[in-house]
């Protein structure tokens, strides 16, 4: 059995990306559509660290590094808005949130 490479990586990493992306435009749940975001930043994640590895350059696992303390900070971020509009709507659906209209 042959070792994976970069094509297969690159190959998931196109997969995960459609699929965060299908989740975002298709569904109205925002915790569902903030999971399909984290989806797609880990698909970006494995194209960084499949170059990185490829290339034999620290550069890409450095960016993924940063990414994911960025991810860390947005889920904190994003799962505290989603709860405080939650407890004031009663509703975590997307079309419902009307709290930004004059």
């Known amino acids: 059995m042959t070792p994976p490479t970069l094509n297969h990586y690159l190959l998931v990493s196109v997969l ?15 915790i569902v ?7 797609m930043l880990n698909a970006v994640n494995l194209a960084f660290a499949s170059f990185s590895r490829y ?8 960016f993924v590094i940063f990414s994911i303390a960025v991810a860390a900070a947005e ?8 709860i405080a509009i939650y407890r004031n709507r009663q509703t975590a659906d997307i079309e419902d949130l009307d709290l930004l209209k004059g």
Do not use: P, Q
């Not at 889920?75 to 989603?82: E, M, N």
């Open 33 to 39: 559509i903030f999971m399909s975001i984290e989806i």
């Open 75 to 82: 889920a904190a971020v994003g799962l505290a808005l989603l």
């Open 55 to 62: 290339l034999g350059d620290g550069a890409g696992h450095a």
């Open 16 to 30: 995960l990306f459609g699929t965060g992306v299908v989740g975002v435009v298709t569904r109205r749940n925002a």
